[in-house]
């Protein structure tokens, strides 16, 4: 079973899944794996990312993977809202999925919404 980190230490995901707010989120989940277990860590995400792709909500998703034969990834999935992450995070069929992580893997998945910063980024 992988180690879950929380990415911010005062704000747990549990936490961020109470909140009530309306609209899209963005998913931002790194995993760090030894280099050598990368391949196993790429075929689970990608069974989870097929179960993730069918439920109600799902918008898109992308993995990255740090240059140079890094072991770190960043998935970045966009949700229509909190509610729908939390109905597929609670899924059966995806936390069954967890326990094929590497157990040295360290995941890291953290909610967040677009901020605007006027004249840069639209919120």
């Not at 439920?55 to 890094?70: D, K, N």
């Not at 949700?79 to 157990?103: C, M, T, V």
């Not at 995941?107 to 006027?118: A, D, G, Q, W, Y």
Request: net charge negative; proline share 7%.
């Amino acid at each position: 079973m992988p180690k879950f980190r929380e990415m911010d230490a005062h704000i747990a995901l549990s936490d961020q899944l109470r909140d009530d707010g309306n609209g899209p989120v963005v998913l931002i989940n790194t995993f760090v794996v030894k280099p050598e277990y990368a391949d196993a860590l790429l075929e689970t995400w990608s069974r989870d990312a097929t179960i993730m792709k069918r439920q109600p909500g799902f918008i898109s998703t992308q993995l990255h993977r740090g240059v140079a034969g890094s072991g770190i990834f960043l998935n970045y999935a966009v949700w229509q809202s909190i509610a729908h992450f939390r109905d597929a995070f609670d899924n059966p069929e995806f936390k069954a999925q967890l326990g094929s992580y590497p157990d040295s893997a360290t995941i890291s998945p953290h909610l967040f919404r677009k901020v605007e910063v006027p004249g840069i980024c639209v919120g």
